[in-house]
């Protein structure tokens, strides 16, 4: 996004819901009016205000003609009309994230050593949000407190991955099945759609794109899991993203490959989750579920140096 955006507009909420509209306006239908703003807001899960504010942005960007009652949409939105990711982090998110891209991309193992004010220099972020994001992580027993201002990153064993692999199974599928009773104005098609474009891409461009797929699974299984509304759900997530999208990436082998599976298992699972067939969805969600855990369980060995 360019550098007019007013300060009232720069919470993640609004940055979210502009986005989610942007993604459904892709696939508008040409010369038909957009619906009302209670409508909108409907779609988007936000109040009339922010739904006010999204179309207002989009009058100014040119994107919507917003007259009265009358909305019309005059283009379709480009990638750069888009808040990255970035923008739409809350600051605990950015240090996860960071944190997380540098155990992915640095291939840093089991049992090193982490220094709050070395990895606040790297992230560039205070020490004391590092702190509070590794305090809040160690509840999950993949980091532990050394000293003061000293952590260790853990490993973590075959029994923990079998149990944690169960539990994200349970979550999953109850979360996926409610898809088959979804209205089909419901936003999360458009950021199905979206998702669908972006695994199409990486797996055209697999040779040099295959590391962008983590992202992708991190927000397409959050996608998912987010319909279940169950807060202990998505507290659960955030566990899953560090373990299945990131530790298991310290073991290379086959990472090329294994990805290239998995978007074909995502795409099963998107067209499975459209036909609105509980049945096919199960089926779908447990065959990917089952390739992810044995893709777990196979990384926990180290290979012999």
Do not use: C
């Not at 179309?55 to 909305?71: F, N, S, T």
């Not at 973590?156 to 209205?183: C, H, K, N, V, W």
């Not at 855990?293 to 140096?305: F, G, H, K, N």
């Amino acid at each position: 996004m360019d550098g007019t955006k007013v300060v009232a507009r720069t919470n993640t909420r609004f940055k979210t819901a502009y986005n989610a509209l942007l993604a459904r306006l892709d696939t508008w239908p040409e010369e038909t009016p957009l619906p009302s703003e209670a409508v909108i807001a409907d779609w988007l899960s936000v109040s009339r205000t922010v739904a006010r504010s999204v179309l207002r942005e989009l009058d100014e960007a040119k994107i919507v003609d917003w007259r009265g009652r009358r909305k019309d949409l005059l283009r379709r939105p480009l990638p750069s009309d888009r808040f990255s990711l970035t923008e739409l982090r809350s600051g605990s998110e950015k240090v996860e994230r960071a944190f997380l891209e540098w155990i992915l991309r640095r291939d840093v193992p089991p049992d090193t050593r982490l220094n709050v004010r070395d990895l606040s220099r790297r992230f560039s972020v205070s020490p004391s949000s590092v702190t509070e994001f590794l305090s809040g992580f160690s509840r999950f027993g993949l980091v532990r407190r050394e000293g003061r201002d000293g952590w260790m990153l853990d490993g973590f064993t075959p029994q923990y991955a079998m149990e944690l692999s169960d539990f994200r199974q349970m979550i999953e599928i109850d979360a996926a099945l409610r898809f088959a009773a979804l209205g089909g104005e419901h936003p999360v098609w458009a950021e199905l759609e979206a998702m669908e474009r972006e695994h199409h891409r990486i797996l055209d461009e697999i040779e040099v794109s295959f590391h962008d797929f983590s992202a992708l699974d991190d927000r397409f299984h959050a996608t998912i899991v987010a319909q279940s509304q169950n807060r202990f759900a998505l507290e659960f997530q955030n566990l899953i993203s560090f373990v299945f999208h990131y530790h298991y990436q310290w073991n290379k082998r086959f990472e090329r490959q294994r990805n290239e599976a998995a978007i074909g298992e995502h795409l099963a699972y998107i067209a499975a989750l459209r036909s609105q067939e509980p049945a096919r969805i199960e089926i779908a969600a447990r065959a990917h579920l089952a390739t992810a855990r044995q893709t777990l369980l196979a990384s926990i060995e180290r290979p012999q140096v």
